[in-house]
T-cell receptor
Framework: DTEVTQTPKHLVMGMTNKKSLKCEQH?????MYWYKQKAKKPPELMFV???????INESVPSRFSPECPNSSLLNLHLHALQPEDSALYLC????????????FGDGTRLSIL | AQRVTQPEKLLSVFKGAPVELKCNYS??????LFWYVQYSRQRLQLLLR??SRESIKGFTADLNKGETSFHLKKPFAQEEDSAMYYC????????????FGKGTTLSVSS
């Protein structure tokens, strides 16, 4: 399996809802990432997990809460989001270390009502 | 400041013409640079990394530290090269934090 799988593909939620985005990979990668991508913009790094520990948080608001329950899974818990959080959320994974290519999922398209 | 600049939003060429997608970077450390590509309705994927100095799908990119550039080149464009191309810079020692340029859409027509 050489893919990063993200679920759901689409999510519509209200500002008071709690939901989670899921990401899974079975390539043995020990680094996993969340990015946010607005329309016609490049991906922006949100979080990096390395060996299941959070190593980078790019000053992301606390209404986004990442979790890495094991080496294959990465979740992004969402609570009390704002309309401006509507975007495509991309998950990626890579081998740990420098110059390793990141493998991206198809993303979850999130809409906040 | 760490920055990746892709000056062209759109580059339109004819099939068989040479292509050069520009990328300039600003980084105080030793740069690690990548080109990622997104074809229509496909996921973002790695095209090239400077460390490997390889040619993928006829594309090459050379790191020029003097000019702080990492331009992507192909001598003869094909229609299937039409896509969005992002230049990316790794900005931490672990090599895990990427910042992306704004991207260039390459359109190749016959």
């Amino acid at each position: 399996d050489t893919e990063v799988t993200q679920t759901p593909k689409h999510l519509v939620m209200g500002m008071t809802n709690k939901k989670s985005l899921k990401c899974e990979q079975h390539m043995g990668h020990r680094a996993m990432y969340w990015y946010k991508q607005k329309a016609k913009k490049p991906p922006e790094l949100m979080f990096v997990y390395s060996y299941e520990k959070l190593s980078i948080n790019e000053s992301v608001p606390s209404r986004f809460s990442p979790e890495c329950p094991n080496s294959s899974l990465l979740n992004l818990h969402l609570h009390a989001l704002q309309p401006e959080d509507s975007a495509l959320y991309l998950c990626a994974s890579s081998q740990d270390g420098a110059n390793q290519p990141q493998h991206f999922g198809d993303g979850t398209r999130l809409s906040i009502l | 400041a760490q920055r990746v600049t892709q000056p062209e939003k759109l580059l339109s060429v004819f099939k068989g013409a040479p292509v050069e997608l520009k990328c300039n970077y600003s980084y105080s450390g030793s740069p690690e640079l990548f080109w990622y590509v997104q074809y229509s309705r496909q996921r973002l994927q790695l095209l090239l990394r400077h460390i490997s100095r390889e040619s993928i799908k006829g594309f090459t990119a050379d790191l020029n530290k003097g000019e702080t550039s990492f331009h992507l080149k192909k001598p003869f464009a094909q229609e299937e090269d039409s896509a969005m191309y992002y230049c990316a810079l790794s900005v931490n020692q672990a090599g895990t934090a990427l910042i992306f340029g704004k991207g260039t859409t390459l359109s190749v027509s016959s």
